[in-house]
């Protein structure tokens, strides 16, 4: 089995940075992907950004691209989401994810998830 325990959310006003990581522990080796998801209240989970965990093949959601990056650090087994120019509508619950064979913009291409972690941007 995999974990993955996120970190780094907080309250953070507009235009402003946080940088939010997910350690994985486990059966590290079994992961091709980790994923940052978000889920603002009444809203389904959106896709923000994936990466392969071989060779840092990055995949961004529209919706943050331009401002939000993804990385990762495959010695400590985590991955990054450095997140830049925040806006209200950033608002939600972000959640990372860990594929065994994909690195889409589904959610069911994601089979373990972690705990999740608020990040509120004031106005």
């Known amino acids: 089995q995999v974990q993955l325990v996120e970190s780094g959310g907080g309250l953070v006003q507009a235009g402003g940075s946080l940088r939010l990581s997910c350690a994985a522990s486990?059966?590290?080796?079994?992961?091709?992907?980790l994923g940052w998801f978000r889920q603002a209240p009444g809203k389904e989970r959106e896709f923000v950004a994936a990466?392969?965990?071989?060779?840092?093949?990055?995949n961004t959601g529209n919706s943050v691209k331009g401002r939000f990056t993804i990385s990762r650090d495959n010695a400590k087994n985590t991955v990054y989401l450095e997140m830049n120019s925040l806006k209200p509508e950033d608002t939600a619950v972000y959640y990372c994810?860990?594929?065994?064979?994909?690195?889409?913009?589904?959610?069911?291409?994601?089979?373990?998830w972690g705990q999740g972690t608020q990040v509120t941007v004031s106005s």
């Open positions: 990466i392969r965990r071989s060779d840092g093949t990055t």
């Open positions: 486990g059966r590290t080796f079994s992961i091709y992907a």
């Open positions: 994810a860990a594929s065994g064979g994909n690195m889409g913009s589904r959610r069911d291409l994601y089979d373990r």
